[in-house]
C-alpha cells in the first residue's frame, strides 16, 4: 500500500500529465523511444547495457500485464517484474529487437486504451498504489527514459573524470552508475519531505 507522500508525487508526475496528455499524446513519446535507444546505449560497457535494457523491458511487460487488467482481458495477477526479464545471457542485439517489439506492444495497448475510453480504468500497482491505465502509460514511459538515460548520464560522469580519451572500465561505470543512483534517491526522498512540510503549511493555511 503506498504512502501519502508516494501518492502525492504519483499525481503529480504520473497521474497529472497522464491526464493532461491523454493516450493520444503519451503514444508519441512511447514510440519515440524505440529509435533513441541505440542512441542512448552508444558507447557503454555490454554488460550496463544488457543489465539496463533487460530490467526495462522486464517491468514493460509487466506493466502491459496490468493494462491488459484495465482492459478487460485479463485477471489481476500481484506479480512481480522478475518473470517476465529476458533470458539472462540474451545478447545486446536481440534485446534491442525485443525492446522495440515490447514497446510497439505497448503503444498498441495506448490506442486501446484511447478507442476504449478505459483510460480511468485503475489496476493496482505494487508500489505505488492504485494507478489508471493512462497513468500505467506514462510510467512505462518515465521509466524506460529514466533507467536508460542513467546509463548515459554515468558515461557521461565518468568520461569528465577520466578523460575522454579514455574509454571507461565497466567497473567505473557501474560504480558511477550506482552512486547517481544513490544521489537521486536522497535527493527524492529530500524533495519528497520538503513537498510534505509544503502541503501541511497548506492544509493548516486553508
Known sequence: MANAIVRFFVQVFVERPARRLGAEGLIPRLDAAREAVPALLAGADDASA????RHVIGIERWGQRRLRVALGDAAFEADAHQPYLPPEGEALPALLESFAAVRADTVALARRVADEGRGAERVEHNALGPVSALGWLRYLQLHGEFE?????????????????????HPAAVHHVSSSASSASRTSAWRSATAGRRANQVRCRLA
Open 50 to 53: 544488457r543489465a539496463q535494457l
Open 148 to 168: 536508460l538515460k542513467r546509463v548515459k548520464r554515468a558515461l557521461t560522469l565518468v568520461a569528465t573524470t577520466l578523460g575522454a580519451t579514455a574509454r571507461p
